[in-house]
């Protein structure tokens, strides 16, 4: 629970250490899959995995949208000391996550061969990635619980429950992955099987705190309610978060078809190498994001303008750093990097370290987005939060498409560094005028209050 009385410094690090330990622990679902996929499946694996991804991806931004929507809006409601609406908006997040559940099951069971297709995917990598989206369709709904589950919990008070909820999951993923891809060999299905019942005990388990008299915000049968309202706020202020997700996946898929149409199907498995590298950093962002959410949101309901400056400025600064630090490590070992997923495909890991100096080399701007982006959802400027997201995309796009006529593959791997810069610039100068203009708001409130004051104590005195 945010503690007003305690400095914000101190909040912040309370609630950002187990929430950057907690998405550390649920990208091993990931990258645990991808180290037993690389070893076991090979580059024929690796890169059915990619091609899954984009579906996959998209899957878990709607639970992420959700998630944060949900506990933006509870934390702002408990700021404002409306404990019953919070529950009220918590109820109806948990039933939203189902329905979309069972929209997206229906989905994937329609179109997922298909969406595997449109990327490519021929021979063995579409069997292999049909494998790992069939397990998903039964499991929507525990892929959704897994990733908005935690964030309710932070949200309520509770982030060493959520961390070590992660961890129990990771855990179990781990154990049965090495079961059923090593020993049983069951390849992609074994890998989405592993996953799936790993979500499951993250969900379930965390459903039920809140159905016990630990949590501050308790549910009941009785309590349960749904209201389209609620909804609609919860999508909108989550929407970013989606499509934070969604980008990724559509451009990964658009990766995939680049690097098939100016390279070969290895360079897609080197690709998905990448991506499970930088997944590591990119849940640390995730995780400054998300510890700092709980704290913006709770002061932007109190109206203390100073503590959402001095929340932000920690998660800028934590972000970019640690994406500084990890660009260094990854170009001082890039084949010791490469060859934790395959130490045998010569192939494989010369076209993944050449991603690795080329596609990461402005990574720590990923943070920076993601720490913006997170900062508007938190303050209710859900259209801003939705441009850095969507803007992301649509600046890439051209670099994505021009770059590989001119320089070939070289291109693929360029097109995500340079669009980050573009956008950053913009983001950076959007942010710094909205600090301004909040900052004097916040001073015209203070001078306001502090002369009606005077004016109270003059007439008390007349």
């Not at 070590?164 to 890998?191: H, K, P």
Request: glycine content about 10%; hydrophobic content about 55%.
């Amino acid at each position: 629970m945010v503690k007003p009385t305690e400095s914000i410094t101190r909040q912040f690090w309370r609630y950002t250490l187990p929430t950057i330990a907690a998405m550390l622990v649920n990208g091993l679902y990931q990258v645990v899959d991808g180290i037993f996929i690389g070893r076991y499946v090979g580059a024929q694996g690796l890169a059915a995995i990619n091609v899954a991804w984009p579906i996959i991806g998209t899957v878990l931004g709607i639970g992420l949208m959700i998630g944060v929507g949900t506990g933006a809006l509870c934390s702002v409601s408990k700021g404002e000391g409306d404990h019953n609406k919070a529950q009220r908006i918590l109820s109806t997040g948990f039933i939203f996550l189902l329905i979309a559940s069972i929209a997206a099951s229906l989905i994937l069971f329609r179109f997922g061969h298909d969406l595997l297709v449109l990327q490519g995917a021929t021979g063995e990598v579409l069997a292999l990635g049909h494998q790992y989206i069939s397990v998903l369709a039964f499991a929507v709904i525990f892929a959704f619980g897994s990733i908005a589950v935690p964030f309710l919990l932070r949200n309520d008070g509770r982030p060493n429950f959520a961390t070590g909820l992660m961890v129990l999951g990771a855990i179990a993923n781990i154990a049965l992955d090495y079961v059923l891809i090593a020993w049983f060999q069951w390849e992609l299905m074994g890998a989405a099987i592993a996953t799936a019942i790993s979500q499951s005990l993250v969900t379930l388990i965390g459903l039920g705190y809140f159905f016990t008299n630990k949590a501050d915000l308790r549910l009941t049968r009785k309590t349960l309610s749904f209201s389209l309202a609620h909804c609609r706020g919860i999508a909108w202020i989550g929407l970013s978060s989606f499509f934070m997700y969604a980008y990724g996946s559509f451009m990964v898929a658009l990766h995939n078809v680049q690097f098939i149409k100016y390279g070969e199907v290895t360079m897609v498995g080197a690709y998905a190498i990448l991506g499970y590298i930088v997944t590591v950093y990119y849940l640390v962002a995730e995780g400054v994001a998300g510890g700092m959410q709980p704290l913006v949101s709770y002061n932007h309901g109190a109206g203390n303008q100073s503590n959402i400056r001095k929340a932000l400025k920690l998660g800028m600064v934590v972000s970019v750093v640690v994406g500084v630090l990890f660009v260094i490590l990854v170009n001082i070992a890039p084949y010791q990097f490469a060859s934790i997923f395959n130490s045998e495909d010569s192939a494989l890991i010369d076209h993944t370290v050449l991603g690795l100096r080329l596609h990461l080399f402005a990574m720590f701007l990923d943070g920076f987005l993601v720490v913006a982006a997170a900062y508007y959802q938190s303050v209710g400027k859900g259209s801003k939060s939705l441009f850095v997201t969507i803007g992301n995309m649509l600046v890439q796009l051209p670099f994505l498409f021009l770059l590989p006529m001119w320089f070939g593959a070289e291109g693929v791997w360029l097109a995500l560094p340079l669009s980050n810069i573009a956008l950053s610039s913009v983001v950076g100068i959007m942010l710094y005028r909205d600090i301004k203009q909040l900052d004097a708001l916040h001073l015209a409130k203070h001078a306001e209050h502090g002369a009606n004051a005077s004016e109270a104590r003059a007439e008390t005195v007349a």
